[in-house]
């Protein structure tokens, strides 16, 4: 295995009961923690078939997260008491780096059409921080070497905060836009997107079946 193969992959997961509040209006708060549930197996799925990744954690306070974790033999680190997202990031980044990772990839959970071969590609072609947008802004993917190349600006406005702090750093940040990472599920219209036209996966099955309950004659499932 080369340094260039030797990739950590961490997957940040918000406590389920606080997560997709913009789906509110749609969905329950069952509903949402499933379908996180969902688009976690599948960014799972895709991170474990690409051959440069290594390693895979997750950042989380959520027990559902940390047994889905366990099930697939994955490590977690979990929040400390009043730590931000960011905060957290940074802490695992820098013990990701002592522990011998030369580089560390960074993808949220709700992505579920992630492509393994699409996130090998960016891989191969990485120099030092390689940034994914996401849409409204957002950052979907961050492959940062060392892990800790600069600090994660995760948030409203995301990607051009990142390319800040990467200027700060006196790095030159490359920006990518794999297909599979270009739209993510925070709004009822990527809901409907994802029921009706995504690509086959975990959380495209759910969202079918979803609108086929909520079309069916027994009425709405929330």
């Known amino acids: 295995m080369t340094a260039r193969q030797h990739v950590y992959a961490l997957v940040p997961v ?18 949402r923690r499933d379908l996180c549930l969902a688009m976690l197996e599948d960014v799972l799925d895709g991170l474990e078939a690409v051959p440069s990744i290594s390693d895979i954690g997750l950042y989380t306070s959520d027990p559902a997260v940390h047994e889905i974790a366990a ?5 977690t680190h979990g929040e400390l008491e009043g730590e931000s997202l960011c905060a957290g ?9 002592q522990r011998g990772f030369p580089t ?13 071969s699409e996130l090998e590609a960016v891989i191969r072609e990485h120099g030092s921080l390689t940034l994914a947008g996401a849409p409204r802004g957002g950052t979907n993917l961050v492959v940062a070497t060392p892990p800790d190349v600069i600090g994660f600006r995760f948030g409203p406005d995301s990607l051009i905060l990142h390319r800040r702090a990467a200027m700060v750093a006196g790095v030159a940040p490359v920006l990518v836009a794999p297909p599979s990472l ?18 086959p996966c975990r959380a495209a099955a759910w969202a079918a079946r979803l609108r086929s309950r909520e079309t069916s004659p027994a009425g709405s499932s929330r």
């Open 14 to 31: 918000k406590h389920l009961g606080a997560a997709k509040s913009r789906l509110s209006d749609v969905l329950s708060p069952s509903q």
């Open 71 to 75: 099930g697939r033999g994955l490590e």
């Open 89 to 97: 990031l940074d802490r695992v980044a820098a013990s990701v780096r």
């Open 104 to 116: 560390l990839l960074v993808i949220p959970q709700d992505v579920p059409n992630v492509d393994p």
């Open 182 to 199: 270009a739209r993510d599920i925070d709004l009822p219209a990527d809901l409907d997107w994802l029921a009706d036209e995504s690509p």
